[in-house]
């Protein structure tokens, strides 16, 4: 598989085989994604990969929690601005649309919309979940490199034929993953990542997202 495959067959993937993934390969995949650049090459990326009990355990304590706090704890950064603009706003909109019609859910199932995004707590059955973090005194170009490890990490999955979706929603229980997992407190959550092998029988996995083309967003001058 070369780059060009690997970028366009990514997708985010939420629904998953229970097959286990080997650690050798999750290893594998965290090492080579090292080369991913970084500014000042700062490489501020950490990652924590769970599978089996731990994972369980994770699952479980969010579990409970969302019950009493179904929109989690006090988000240690926002996700998005608080009114998203266009052409954001329409591209965001048209993503969930375009997610939940997949599975037949209606806008005005709260409910069923609910229950779907609570799979984002379960991995979406992935048997391997990765948290990613960041120390929270670094910035913006940080953060930044933090994505590139992550994209890398996508990449390479795809070389090793497995699937992932990356998970911001799993920022909102920043504290309880800290916690459970005893990572120090200068470290914060960025990100999710379910990993592991398409349910290729799931109707969410067909969804395929559009994207803008390079004229709206690039101009190529000079040549
Ligand atoms: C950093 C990051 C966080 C994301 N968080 C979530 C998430 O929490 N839950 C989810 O279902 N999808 C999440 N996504 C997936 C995006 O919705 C998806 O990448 C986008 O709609 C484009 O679709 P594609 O990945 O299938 O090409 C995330 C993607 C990125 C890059």
Partial sequence: MNVSEALATRMS??????????????????????????????????????AGAPLADLVARVKTKIRLHPRGET????????ALWEPYRSRRHKCGEDLYATIGVKREDKL?????????????????GLLFFLDRRLGPPQWS?????????????REHG???CAQEAWSVWHGTVRESLGMPQELMLFSGMALGW???????????????????FATLRGF
């Fill in 198 to 216: 398409r349910d290729e029988s799931a109707p969410i996995n067909t969804l395929r997202t559009d994207r803008a083309p390079i004229e709206e």
């Fill in 162 to 164: 497995l699937h992932t």
């Fill in 13 to 50: 993937c939420r629904a998953f085989l229970p097959t286990p993934v080997p650690e050798a390969t999750v290893r594998a995949i965290l090492d080579a994604a090292r080369q991913a650049p970084s500014g000042g090459n700062l490489q501020p990326w950490h990652v924590c990969a769970l």
């Fill in 112 to 128: 069923g919309r609910l229950m779907q995004f609570a799979r984002n707590y379960e991995f979406f059955g992935a048997p391997v």
């Fill in 145 to 157: 490199d933090v994505g590139m490890y992550m994209q890398s990490v996508m990449l390479l999955a």
């Fill in 75 to 82: 988000p240690a950064y926002d996700i998005y601005p608080p």
